[in-house]
């Protein structure tokens, strides 16, 4: 057993909540150990989209103030995650072309016109035109690119990283928490849950009330390298599928939404729905070569809103359950629960995201 080291702040899990957090405690002049079981930015990060979408059908009311305001942030988010990590992020800025589904219309945001067909292939002629379709002002970004850079940013400020370390106990011990992982014991003044789908998995000594409701929800996605490069530049939101492409020429294609536990496992006939449906879409991506198929575990909760909370140990803080909005909400999430970390009151009111409404 090594010897107990002690950090001002501890976070557990390094997928982008849990990094984009470290980056900010560290600049807030905490010392930052982010603790992490597998490799860094490989979960839920590494298989999402990347769609920044402050506005859409599953994305609930409630989360709509932080959705937009994250959005927002993106830009500058990006800017220094570059500049500190020196590498390149592919942050896209060409909007989405949404298709809506019927009992979506009068759901469409204020001020947004529907195309006209000519209007629809004047911005993207590979599109096959069906129902009502609108163009929206949105962002997207490569989780993979993001969660890479933020890491070695993360880095750059000196933020100490233990991969490969399973936490198995977190405890109350004098005036910090003291942290069990399978290799060795750390402490810190303040820790913060981030891990995601296994967020419930961490005990906490003494402190029932702690349990963290989270649970995976499982979406499977494919990318695939068109015959034509740049075909499309625009996001396409479909109520089947969605595609994202991306600067190097590949086009993301997702995603089923299942109820499958820590099941990873890629099912062939799934990918070839998403596919075939995708073909539907954009006609000459029945001819695309696919390049990879794979699967993500979504951490979610009872609700489908996110825990950003205190609990009831003090120094002890939860920041998980983004569903399907954890890029999207990455930077506000960093900024929000970075502040309640410290003992600031947040600038957003977060208070429906407490733990707390679990345990009534």
Partial sequence: ?????????????????????????????????????????????????????????????????????????????????????????????????????????????????????????????????NGGVAKLQERSVDPRALARASFHAARHHNVDVASGSQVTEVRREGEGLSIQTTHSHYSAAIVVNCCGAWAGQIKVQGAEACSIPARPVKGQMLSVIPLQRGMLQRVVRAPEVYLVPRSDGRILIGATVEEAGFDKRVDPADIRRLHQQAAKLVPQLAEAKMLEAWAGLRPSTPDDLPILSATEVPGYFVATGHFRNGILLAPITAQLVGQLARGIQPELDISSFSLARFQK
Avoid at 66 to 90: C, H, I, N, Q, W
Avoid at 96 to 109: G, L
């Fill in 1 to 129: 057993m090594t010897r107990m080291k002690s950090w001002d702040a501890i976070i557990l899990g390094a997928g982008i909540i849990g990094l984009s957090l470290a980056r900010e405690l560290r600049r807030h002049g905490a010392s930052v150990l982010v603790i992490e079981r597998g490799e860094p930015g490989r979960e839920a990060s590494y298989a999402a989209a990347g769609m920044l979408a402050p506005w859409g059908g599953d994305l609930p009311l409630s989360l709509q103030t932080l959705a937009v305001t994250s959005a927002r942030m993106y830009p500058e988010f990006v800017a220094e995650v570059e500049d500190e990590s020196g590498d390149k992020v592919d942050l896209r800025d060409q909007g989405a072309i949404v298709f809506f589904s019927e009992h979506e219309h009068n759901e469409v945001p204020e001020g947004t016109a529907l195309l006209t067909a000519t209007e629809l292939a004047g911005l993207e002629p590979c599109l096959s035109a």
